[in-house]
């Protein structure tokens, strides 16, 4: 792309926030009766990023100018200059709020400053309910940040109004935020190098994921016909279990891409805390966020939260582990999403709560890939350029219970001593010690162990010698 396309891009982005930022400046100034009285608040460029801000979430007018005077202040700040003065009257900052920013003495507009300037006093007290809930669009999706100047005062009219930095950049013409862009949002969007077509899977996994796909498929239209919304459940729970390496978050990230879907996994590590509610507030960012977006919320070793209820709870862990599930349970029948959950136990269905169980619309396995799976699986691990020696595919993938991810790891090693070696003829004698470097991480024996083998050994084989013991799946 030139320079000067470049160029005349970023000017319809910042034409029309200046466009927007010389209404508010009107407005403003008409407090002081130093304005022209009539503004034209023409329609604003469908052509910019603000334009397209404003189409998709179907902006009013007073919800445009709330996000392009959260921008003003910070960076067209030399608008707010009357306000310094008009500060220092006790009836002016009674009615306005605001404060002066301490080294510049700059001023700095609140809720109350928007309202008052902005707003009919009939339109106030509703604009204000919209801020104080937190599934309004703005505020849901972190584009509008309320943001309290001391701890003591949280009062929402003395709250600044933030423009996220990721949506600054954007309505100045820079890349579409996601969902996640927020350090400390409990989820992060995945991508994958690799295409669903890419994914081996036995053929009952893939006739089981079907049912999956065809609710990927109408997702989006069925969010576009309204009358149907109450004969078809928002809410579609999925589970994917099977032993690591098998392919489910894999899967469900691809599955995401083929149907121009986001898939987001939730980072247990932010939800799970020692603090009373913490799980709950954190969950419900997550919920609240992609609610009715069209995306996948996957969640990894979901037997850790989505546990059993103990119908007598004595103690105080366990009441709170009570209230977590119930919590679950009842936000996941509002939620409007795709959910997949995932889990390496042998049967969900002892792990997870009743109700949670009568929630689940499907239950997909994803078993220990077997001999010719895995040949496919090496097959693919291999570029262009490179080529096993003869005989070495059909050795490895008969003999060694190794599963996707293993066969992915090793490989990738392999590939970078090759390439250092200037080697392009794999033999089993380059790959063996990368082989066992795998057996030795997971706490197998390293040895040849076709499919025919007796279970014990297959599964020590496929997951370790602990698992023998702590009935682990396969």
Known sequence: ?????????????????????????CLLKNVFKEGDPIVDISSISLESNLGILSKKYNLTIVEELFIVFAYSWQFQPQIFLPFIEGYKNLKFRARFGGYLEKNTELFIPTVKTFLEVFLNEDERAP???????????????????????????????????????????????????????????????????????????????????????????????????????????????????????????????????????????????????????????????????????????????????????NENANEAKEKYSNQEMSYLLQRLETFDGVVILASNVQDIRTHVDKAMMRRINHIIDFPFPLADERKKIWEMAIPEGFKYSEGVIEKVAMSFQLSGANISSLMSEVLIKAIHDNIYVLTFEFIEPYIKKEFYKRDSTYQMCPDNSPGAILMEQRLGRSAVHNGRRM
């Open 1 to 25: 792309m030139s320079e000067t396309i470049v160029k005349e891009e970023l000017g319809i982005h910042m034409n029309t926030i200046n466009s927007r930022c010389k209404i508010i400046d």
């Open 127 to 309: 604009f204000l309910l919209k801020l104080s809930d937190k599934s309004f669009k703005l505020i849901r999706d972190g584009i509008i940040v309320l943001e309290s100047f001391s701890k003591e005062n949280n009062n929402i009219l003395d709250k600044k109004i933030i423009l996220s930095n990721h949506y600054i950049q954007y309505i100045i013409g820079g890349k579409k935020p996601r969902l996640d862009h927020e350090f400390d949002f409990p989820a992060n969007l995945k991508k994958s190098k690799v295409s669903f077509d890419d994914v081996v899977l036995s053929n009952k996994t893939k006739d089981e994921l079907e049912s999956l796909e065809l609710l990927l498929k109408v997702k989006p239209s069925l969010q576009q016909k309204s009358k149907l919304k109450k004969y078809i459940s928002e809410n579609h729970i999925f589970v994917f279990t099977g032993s690591p390496g098998t392919g489910k978050s894999l899967t469900a990230t691809t599955l995401g891409t083929k149907y121009d879907m986001d898939t987001y996994t939730l980072d247990i590590s932010k939800v799970v805390s020692r603090y009373v509610g913490d799980f709950e507030k954190a969950m419900e960012k997550v919920f609240t966020r992609l609610h009715g977006q069209n995306c996948i919320l996957f969640i990894d070793e979901a037997d850790s939260i989505f546990t059993k209820r």
